[in-house]
């Protein structure tokens, strides 16, 4: 086990896993379409959901690797994949809800419950001093997701 908690010898040689892959795939596919459950623009609403997962995750990588932080573009596409995953609930509660007070209690529960999530598995990466330069992005990042579910 190395310092980031990260298992080198599960990962093996090349640091890519099947696991980093399918997170970030099958959730930003089920968002995707849960979002645009409504939109007659499905494909496009999944284009935007799975780029803008993608991009979010390089720019969180790219922030902790300037940071002096050890975690690799696919650590942080699993953990941010995973961590979606109150947000798709949300997003599928939210085809059979339609008051928009109900909505945004249960978006920003959703929101706290990702960001809580990932800083936890953040926080670790990043030096103890530039910790909150290191989860910001992090906390953008969910709020441009819940932002997204909250215009559905």
Same mark, same amino acid.
């Given at each position: 086990?190395?310092? %980031?908690?990260?298992?080198? +010898? ?7 896993? =099947? +696991? ?13 379409? %849960?979002?645009?459950?409504?939109? /007659? ?15 979010? =995750?390089?720019? &969180? ?10 975690? /690799? ?18 997003? &599928?509660?939210?085809?059979? &809800? ?11 529960? =959703? ?8 800083? =936890? ?11 909150? @330069? ?14 997204? @579910? @909250?215009?559905?």
């Amino acid at each position: 086990m190395g310092s %980031s908690g990260i298992n080198a +010898e599960y990962m093996g040689s090349s640091g890519i896993n =099947a +696991e980093y892959m399918g997170s970030s795939g099958i959730n930003a596919e089920y968002m995707g379409m %849960s979002v645009g459950g409504r939109s /007659s623009d499905t494909s496009l609403v999944f284009s935007i959901v799975f780029v803008l997962v993608w991009v979010g =995750a390089a720019v &969180i990588t790219i922030n902790a690797g300037l940071l002096k932080g050890k975690v /690799s573009f696919f650590q942080s596409v699993c953990v941010l994949g995973y961590c979606i995953f109150p947000m798709n609930i949300v997003s &599928i509660i939210h085809m059979f &809800i339609h008051n928009k007070w109900v909505r945004f209690v249960l978006t920003v529960v =959703a929101v706290a419950w990702s960001v809580r999530a990932s800083l =936890a598995f953040m926080a670790q990466l990043v030096p103890a001093d530039r910790k909150a @330069l290191g989860v910001y992005p992090v906390f953008l990042f969910y709020i441009t997701l819940g932002w997204m @579910l @909250l215009e559905q």
